[in-house]
């Protein structure tokens, strides 16, 4: 089948399941809640849907700790649930990405249950087994250490071995050296794949491949080891056995979770030469207001240009970028991006999409992002349900204790729950997502910030992500354009061109609260300029000026 690389040209609505819509009063969000707004997401103008996992799992990391591939997590509902979702879909013109999680199962999955047994066992070798170091053999293999803290070793009586877990210790690794782990998930893409699915978000894949030997890491304050896992060299090869047994026979796409990437390995993931992977989410640019990836530093904008254009430049004609702010792993964009933004919410996040999306790469948006749902007012660490904040806690109390008070604050701005609180419908009870108990808290400004009132009103951000959703579908300039940026060591300023056989876009964006100078840069020469984008209400001159608040402008040029 012809690969039509339609993920180039598409606009892509990532569903969090468990927080979408509850169809059944249990609180907790399911396939038919989802199916219930399909309306909703043909409405706002989404050409695919990215489902985090659906799948059969006990829930120890809400749904990526797999222990079925081929069905569906009770809670969410039966495997007829999703052939009807898909079909509702596709009839509204939707594609469906799977997450696929295949860098671990969950240790309730038959593999692992049968591999625990016993060292003979056939599925044996379906995960990573080691000897224990020390006098007593009960010291971990390694140093490594697991993404929520402590060993990334976990004891197994029944054999007197240890097995790898990078994640908790229900989620014993793969081992992707056995030829026949890769054909099980060779098998499970296909299974998708023929019932409808197009295409798959890869959990974390650039840890799938390990070194021989499993040596000792290196000291590293975020994950021990990594340099032995992350990115391996031998990962191309399994890839690409992928995409040229499976994937090639579809017109799907695949999107890698890349943890430590860099603009060469994206080159080498995405290059449609290597027929490997179509696209990446990396992660410098969520980077930039951290230290060490969790610690907060005050936001630069300077900072966020400079991987922006990175990636622009170095991506271009050899690999291919994925555009995103939010995700169910990271904290609302609003305020992180533009700090205290007072009565300019609406403008805020305006601008904040035209400064991303009017970049190259697929575009993807978080539910509750296209209404501007912010971050819960967290009153204290018990309300978290998030696995790391957990481990991080579980770490705290055992060797510092007073620094309770600062992980407190350091969580309420990073966890992952901030993500996860329920989608905000209608200022009715529980934001209208159950008639039951959330499984999480509701934002208490659900009052305010809801779907219904967004749909009401012509001036919401809702009703602009609909805007620049049309104008970007099918754009040329925007799909294959060059990029060249202006205002480069500006905090306040965001300015680019995006240009493609003759015709050009100038992007505008004011990430100040507050009026910001614009001078026009000499190199920009046009004949007209054309405002074809804007949030706020009143019409613009491509000139020196004033930039209001939060101001976004997109000027079409010729």
């Known amino acids: 089948m012809k690969r039509t690389r339609w993920y180039k040209d598409a606009f892509i609505y990532q569903i969090y399941p468990r927080s979408f819509c509850d169809s059944n009063g249990d609180g907790i969000g399911d396939l038919r809640g989802i199916i219930s707004k399909l309306d909703y997401l043909k409405e706002l103008g989404v050409t695919a849907v990215w489902l985090s996992p659906c799948y059969k799992s006990p829930n120890d990391d809400n749904g990526y700790d797999i222990s079925d591939y081929r069905d569906i997590m009770d809670e969410f509902g039966t495997l007829e649930d999703w052939e009807e979702m898909v079909e509702g879909m596709h009839k509204r013109g939707i594609k469906l990405i799977m997450d696929l999680v295949v860098n671990h199962t969950s240790d309730e999955h038959y593999w692992f249950q049968e591999a625990r047994k016993s060292k003979d066992n056939p599925y044996r070798d379906y995960y990573i087994w080691s000897k224990g170091k020390g006098k007593n053999g009960k010291k971990p293999p390694n140093n490594w250490t697991s993404r929520f803290g402590g060993s990334a070793w976990e004891y197994c009586e029944e054999t007197d071995e240890y097995y790898l877990h990078l994640f908790t210790k229900k989620q014993p690794d793969l081992n992707w050296k056995n030829p026949k782990v890769r054909q099980e998930v060779h098998d499970i893409v296909k299974y998708w794949l023929d019932k409808g699915c197009d295409g798959f978000r890869c959990d974390v894949i650039t840890y799938i491949a390990k070194e021989d030997g499993l040596p000792d890491g290196r000291w590293n304050i975020a994950l021990r080891g990594d340099e032995h896992f992350n990115n391996h060299p031998t990962i191309h090869s399994y890839l690409h056995a992928l995409n040229k047994e499976v994937l090639s026979n579809y017109d799907c796409m695949t999107v890698g979770e890349g943890p430590g990437m860099n603009v060469e390995n994206a080159i080498k993931y995405t290059s449609e030469e290597n027929e490997e992977l179509d696209t990446v989410f990396t992660f410098e640019h969520m980077n930039t207001d951290t230290y060490f990836q969790l610690i907060p530093r005050k936001f630069k904008l300077s900072r966020l240009k400079k991987v922006f254009a990175k990636y622009q430049h170095g991506l271009r004609n050899k690999g291919w970028n994925s555009l995103y702010f939010e995700n169910h ?72 204790p007073f620094l309770k008070g600062y992980v407190f604050k350091v969580m309420k701005w990073r966890a992952r729950d901030n993500a996860r609180t329920p989608m905000q419908w209608n200022d009715e009870e529980n934001a209208g997502f159950t008639t039951g108990k959330p499984w999480l808290p509701v934002n208490p400004n659900y009052k305010e910030i809801n779907v ?107």
């Not at 991303?356 to 509750?368: E, F, V």
């Open 329 to 400: 792993d990271q904290p609302r964009c609003l305020p992180r991006f533009v700090g205290d933004y007072g009565p300019y919410r609406k403008q805020a996040a305006k601008m904040l999409a035209v400064a991303l999306y009017m970049q190259q790469g697929t575009p993807y948006i978080y539910q509750g992002q296209e209404i501007g749902m912010t971050n819960y007012p967290w009153k204290s660490l018990d309300e978290f349900q998030d696995v790391m904040v957990k481990y991080v806690m579980g770490v705290i109390n055992k060797i510092a």
């Open 452 to 558: 219904a009132d967004a749909m009401k009103d012509e001036d919401s951000i809702f009703h602009f992500y609909k805007k620049l959703i049309r104008f970007r579908l099918g754009n040329k300039i925007i799909i294959h354009g060059t990029f060249r940026q202006m205002y480069e060591k500006s905090n306040d300023i965001y300015c680019y061109e995006r240009s493609y056989e003759g015709q050009r876009l100038m992007v505008i964006c004011n990430f100040k609260n507050k009026e910001v100078g614009f001078k026009l840069p000499a190199e920009v020469v046009y004949d007209s300029a054309e405002l074809v984008l804007h949030n706020y209400d009143y019409d613009r001159k491509l000139e020196d000026m004033k930039l209001r608040p939060y101001e976004a402008m997109v000027f079409l040029l010729k």
